[in-house]
């Protein structure tokens, strides 16, 4: 091949597979930044004197497990039994009436052991099936002015809704709370993804809401306002992302969501490398799905209000392109490159240096948050180390789920699974997809040295050497509190 048509080739490589996903990489690290300077909020709204805030929490639900549905009751009891609110509690159940009945008569019972008052454990049988039409038939059999929704492994801290309450008072349709990762086993899998669940939040929710970008709902641990729902006409039944949907419904309808720093929510997090796959495919397949749905409809009609909100849009809903990107370079760059006998990820310095530049700013941004933990220095750098690891082994499986979503190849909405049924998950590629996977990186990095294209050679070893580390790590128990 010509030198000229090895330039170009190179050139169509980092332009379309590495740039964009390092660009991405790279904004958010300074959205991270410019965001570290608390947003000062506005001073809630008086209410009326002996008035108190009206809550209906509910509760979506589908094939969990029993522990885990008395764990929310049991953690809700404890944590409103003081609260300054009226509230009730929707549990809203998708399960079949005849297998949930012995799990629902147990939960009703836990709630009258803690004393949590105004407690309804709905079996639905009517409306559309998922999480969406749970979340509908919810809020139509609720009586209160606010809305908070709350996942079966969420679990509040005593704080939680009144800061929640504070945020939408000062003048919010819908607030978010700071999601914190925990795990009923840690495993080096779930310890790091704990770690770099602090840099998600730090980033898209924290940091865009600093910096006045549109905050997108979570979907557990958001507050809404009832006249907003009814405003955007509720939860879309028919999308795998629901909350990221909702984001781009609520950014139309110019509602405005705010985001609490102390209003924390814990969340149980995947230890097995086949529920973080599916829970991670499932979440890139939403985003690209709401990208090509939501955001044409309902965020591109308000480009007139300035480029920065199409922008701030995209690069949200764009957060799994670097590894998209990434599985899609290893795929095919290793091959291309024994096949034309060309080192394609030979680079110019001037391009190494500005792609060293940009991941070394993200590598500084992720270094201090997870710092803010307060863990050991070199255990920041070895939690990196793994958070980089177990994601770019399952960049395949963002890839293909990206694909589909762009195609419209519908996926089945799965539970991720939890607790005690996170072990027996069946169906869904792990180790052995990742072992497959890595064998074939190393075929490919063989086959490049060979052919003396070294630069290719040694790009596609270091991603297979990652993927041996998960392989033999994942699940293996973590040997340090996370």
């Not at 049988?125 to 809305?147: C, F, I, M």
């Not at 190393?442 to 392989?471: G, H």
Request: charged share 20%.
């Amino acid at each position: 091949m010509s030198s000229v048509l090895s330039d170009i080739l190179r050139a169509l490589i980092y332009a379309l597979m590495i740039a964009p996903g390092v660009t991405v990489m790279f904004v958010h690290s300074v959205i991270f930044f410019a965001g570290r300077r608390p947003k000062v909020r506005s001073d809630p709204a008086s209410r009326a004197e002996g008035s108190k805030p009206s809550i209906s929490i509910i509760v979506p639900v589908k094939d969990e497990p029993e522990h885990i549905l008395i764990e929310l009751v049991e953690n809700l009891g404890s944590n409103l039994k003081e609260a300054d609110v009226k509230y009730e509690v929707l549990v809203v159940s998708d399960d079949p009436p005849d297998t949930i009945a012995g799990v629902k008569s147990k939960v009703e019972e836990t709630a009258v052991r803690v004393g949590l008052k105004d407690f309804q454990f709905i079996v639905r049988t009517e409306g559309p099936k998922g999480r969406a039409g749970a979340l509908n038939y919810g809020v139509l059999k609720s009586r209160h002015d606010l809305v908070l929704i709350l996942d079966a492994d969420s679990r509040i801290m005593e704080s939680t809704i009144p800061e929640l309450v504070s945020c939408v008072e000062s003048g919010h349709d819908v607030c978010v709370g700071r999601w914190v990762g925990y795990t009923y086993r840690k495993t080096k899998l779930s310890v790091s993804i704990a770690h770099s669940m602090k840099y998600v939040v730090d980033t898209l929710y924290r940091g865009r809401s600093n910096v006045g970008l549109m905050v997108f709902p979570l979907g557990t641990g958001t507050l809404y306002k009832r006249e907003a729902l009814a405003r955007v006409g509720l939860w879309e039944p028919d999308v795998i992302q629901d909350d990221m949907y909702m984001g781009t419904k609520l950014h139309g309808a110019n509602c405005s969501v705010g985001f609490a720093e102390r209003a924390v929510i814990e969340v149980s997090v995947p230890s097995t490398l086949k529920a973080f796959t599916l829970q991670q495919g499932r979440w890139a397949y939403g985003a690209i799905e709401t990208l090509r749905k939501g955001y044409v409809k309902h965020v591109l009609r308000k480009a007139g209000d300035g480029p920065l909100l199409v922008v701030e849009g995209l690069v949200f809903l764009l957060q799994y392109l670097p590894l998209a990107g990434l599985a899609f370079s290893l795929i095919l760059v290793p091959a291309l490159s024994a096949f034309l006998r060309e080192d394609l990820m030979y680079l110019s310095p001037y391009v190494s240096t500005l792609f060293a530049s940009m991941a070394f700013v993200y590598g500084m941004s992720l270094y201090k948050s997870i710092k803010e933990l307060g863990l050991p220095r070199v255990r920041v750098l070895r939690s990196m180390g793994s958070i980089a690891a177990f994601s770019t082994s399952i960049s395949p499986y963002i890839l293909l789920h990206s694909l589909k979503a762009l195609v419209n190849d519908h996926i089945t909405y799965v539970v991720t699974p939890k607790g005690s049924k996170e072990h027996g998950l069946k169906g869904v590629r792990g180790v052995n997809g990742i072992t497959s996977f890595t064998t074939y990186l190393i075929i490919v990095a063989a086959v490049n040295a060979f052919l003396s294209n070294y630069y290719t050679a040694l790009w596609t070893l270091v991603f297979a050497a990652a993927n041996i580390y998960v392989i033999l790590n994942a699940e293996r128990p973590a040997p340090l509190p996370c």
